[in-house]
């Protein structure tokens, strides 16, 4: 992964990893949503709109940071898996738990 | 990973035909003619007047004819391997982790030291459980790094070394991973040998022997395991179920990742769904106890609503995430307003009591804020209403009780190995036995802790065939519950053997007789059974020690009951195991510890009993036919399997060789 962009929104913070979610990147990610989680954000947006492949560890930071928004009383949603991503959700299941949504806005609103 | 040609041939290899048809012959005669007897016996040999021991007896020998089937259908199949394929090229990484949790400082750096001088390129880490400075100390001078439980294992299951590996997995990145006992020194070579397998995008798992160094070669405690690291193992190979043993084996960390996942679907959907299925129960009977309390059954009334709501939105196919989350806002909102109207009147009180007051800055201080706190959710009357919190937590996606949402070691047993290989196997994952010793271990030197060591060993097995019994895995093939199913099966022999020990003594000493006919019928079908059974051993076998095996399967017997009495406690009663830690230094104060084998001292002393009786029987005339003489000649036998227990009382350790550093 080359960087997460972050930016605030509107109900929220969307971080948008780019490149490889994978073992090596992985704990960027979980880095990255736990700062803002201090930082008293409650609505976590992961746009993977930008991120061309994630491997199990990659998911597994997921929901490491699912269960993160979770104990403070937030929430992390994802937002526009690519091709392989979204095969790879398919291919564990936890699309039945993670349901991507379709955009930003989307996600943002609950 | 590139496989070249010949890489793909390695990966292919089997035992030679000749072998294997060998083999298969004398399955084929032992298993027929197992068939032939275990038949007859049940159809016209049971002696239905003494039927309290006659039923037992057919009852063990069909126990063991089934043992003798299953361990004939894996080597049916049985893959010696040889050679492996030649390792990758540079660019893999490997986390070498040498799991630890009180064992002696100077034994783990002896394994680190050497996990450091691993010739592939690797990371050593020590995962140290019991967290100790001097282990930290002794690591920092050999520049290895010391993994220690994070902060979110306080307060949560700790799930012994399962969790210390889990824990380590989320600490570190390497693609493979090679899991060391604190005290298995590992070969230079080990990684080199094993890695090749790897080259097969499906393999996860390649698993190589436990051998101990500390170990005469006549092996008075039983501790090396010939015949399980190798022709057992290498047979479960054959049907793709090698299963992993907790040590000197490399795991795939993607497949793991992928397991931990797969499990946390898995266990957050049977949660909610369990949750949803029994919340109106769980409701109703609140209400019952609620007794009419106007606020607890107004709270009882909206929590059903939102329920109602989750339950609507997950049969409309909704996330599981959405879905809970909702529900948990739901929560909130009920706490909220449930702690408002307290709120409301402790306000009007602090505004009275600050009105009276002379110095009101004494209540100052408890602003709004500090109020809201009482609002949330954990702090709000809510969380006494013992259904919603019950609800709240079950209907949630953070595995809220666990330290980590994701674990890919397996949880549901004491020994994590084999629940967690067949949770692989499940996913379509293979395995490899590489039958090569490439690291030496310290086996326990006495005989407490050879003991303890069994138990843990027989309860986690017995653990996972309670918890995930094998023959009920859709995902596993056929050949695979069978194989896994068999190491269960084997940890039963403690019923029978009692079974095995106690028909002599009967017919010998009280002339009860649990077989209609000791006549040729008998003979001509036992022997056979007896004789190709023994050869399909040896042929397995080939050139392997396979006594001392025989002998404890027998003579641990009240381990191997207590086995699975325990774990069936555990997994039905949720009774504790009363399980401990495997230590690997000498108990040294000297005394043998007869106290540890009353049973089989009693049993002994029975046999011998009844051999002195029969004699006397025999010389007065009242013991006539041929079962006496079958019935001594097997008391003898059980003697000569109980024979090792005294060896084992009696041992002192291994003589201390000049190879132990000063």
């Excluded at chain 1, 992985?26 to 976590?44: C, F, H, N, Y």
């Excluded at chain 2, 070691?409 to 967690?420: C, G, H, L, R």
Aim: proline share 5%.
């Amino acid at each position: 992964m080359t960087s997460i962009d972050v930016r605030e929104a509107d109900g929220g913070v969307v971080l948008a990893p780019a490149g490889r979610l994978t073992v090596v990147t992985a704990p960027q990610l979980r880095g990255a949503v736990a700062e803002r989680i201090t930082a008293g954000d409650k609505i976590i947006v992961v746009d993977l709109s930008g991120t061309d492949f994630v491997d199990s560890s990659g998911l597994g930071a997921l929901v490491s940071c699912l269960k993160s928004a979770r104990q403070a009383g937030g929430d992390l949603r994802i937002v526009a898996p690519t091709e392989q991503v979204s095969m790879v959700l398919r291919m564990t299941n936890l699309d039945r738990i993670l349901q991507p949504r379709a955009s930003i806005d989307d996600a943002l609103r609950g | 990973m590139q496989a070249t040609r010949r890489d793909l041939r390695t990966l292919e290899a089997r035992t030679t035909r000749r072998r294997a048809a060998t083999i298969r012959i004398v399955v084929v005669l032992a298993a027929a003619s197992g068939l032939n007897y275990v038949v007859w016996r049940w159809l016209a040999s049971v002696n239905w007047e003494s039927w309290w021991i006659a039923v037992p007896l057919v009852l063990a020998e069909t126990y063991s004819l089934i043992d003798s089937l299953l361990f004939g259908l894996g080597a049916w199949r049985i893959r010696e391997r040889g050679e492996p394929p030649a390792p990758p090229g540079t660019g893999f990484t490997v986390d070498v982790f040498v799991t630890t949790f009180n064992e002696p400082v100077e034994l783990v750096m002896r394994t680190a030291r050497a996990a450091l001088d691993i010739s592939y390129p690797h990371t050593t880490w020590i995962l140290d459980d019991g967290d100790r400075a001097e282990v930290r100390a002794a690591a920092a001078t050999m520049g290895i790094s010391v993994i220690t439980r994070s902060s979110d294992w306080i307060d949560r299951p700790r799930h012994a070394k399962a969790g210390n590996l889990n824990n380590a997995l989320l600490a570190t990145e390497g693609e493979f991973v090679l899991v060391l006992d604190a005290d298995q020194v590992p070969d230079p070579k080990i990684l080199d040998r094993t890695l090749g397998y790897f080259k097969d995008p499906l393999i996860a798992l390649v698993q190589t022997p436990q051998w101990f160094e500390n170990v005469p070669t006549s092996d008075p405690l039983g501790s090396q395991a010939p015949l399980f690291y190798g022709p057992i193992q290498q047979s479960k190979d054959g049907w793709n179920s090698a299963f992993f043993c907790g040590s000197n084996a490399i795991l795939r960390r993607e497949a793991l990742m992928q397991l931990g996942l797969s499990r946390y679907v898995t266990e957050v959907e049977q949660s909610v769904h369990r949750a949803i299925r029994t919340s109106r129960r769980l409701i109703a009977r609140a209400r019952e106890e609620a007794k009419g309390d106007r606020r607890v059954t107004l709270a009882l009334r909206q929590a059903s609503l939102i329920v109602e709501d989750a339950r609507a939105e997950l049969a409309r196919g909704d996330g599981i995430s959405d879905v809970t989350y909702r529900f948990q806002r739901g929560i909130d909102a009920i706490s909220t307003q449930y702690a408002d109207s307290d709120l409301a009147i402790m306000r009007d009180n602090l505004r009275e009591l600050a009105a009276m007051s002379t110095d009101a800055d004494a209540f100052a201080g408890i602003d709004d804020a500090a109020l809201e706190l009482l609002a949330r959710r954990d702090t709000s009357p809510v969380a006494a209403i013992e259904a919603i919190s019950l609800l709240a937590a079950a209907l949630d996606v953070d595995r809220g009780g666990e330290a980590q949402a994701i674990m890919p070691m397996a949880t549901i047993s004491v020994t994590e190995d084999m629940a967690t290989s067949m949770r692989l196997h499940g996913l379509g994952w293979r395995s490899v036995y590489h039958g090569e010793i490439l690291a030496s271990g310290l086996a326990p030197e006495d005989l407490e802790t050879m003991l303890g060591q069994r138990l843990r060993w027989a309860q986690g097995t017995m653990q996972v065939f309670f918890r995930e019994n094998p023959l009920l895995q859709r995902r596993l093939t056929i050949g695979q519950r069978l194989m896994y199913f068999g190491t269960m099966w084997s940890y039963f022999s403690g019923f029978p053997a009692l079974v095995y020990v106690t028909a002599p003594v009967l017919c010998l000493s009280f002339g009860v007789i649990p077989v209609t006919a000791y006549s040729v019928d008998f003979f001509a079908r036992f022997i056979p059974f007896l004789v190709l059974n023994q050869v399909l051993f040896w042929v397995v076998a080939a050139g392997r020690p396979t006594w001392r095996g025989a002998q404890y399967s027998l003579a641990l017997f009240p381990v191997w009951i207590e086995s699975v009495t325990s774990a069936f406690r555990n997994v039905f009663l949720g009774h504790p195991l009363g399980f401990r830690v495997t230590s690997k230094t000498k108990v040294e104060n000297g005394r043998p510890r007869w106290d540890l084998v009353k049973p089989q001292l009693f049993i002994m002393g029975a046999l011998v009993i009844a051999l002195v009786v029969v004699g006397i029987r025999i010389a007065v005339g009242q013991a006539e036919g041929i079962a006496p003489y079958v019935n001594i000649i097997w008391t003898i036998y059980d003697l000569a399997v109980f024979s090792i227990i005294i060896r084992a009382v009696l041992y002192r350790g291994p003589a201390v060789t000049t190879k132990e550093t000063p």
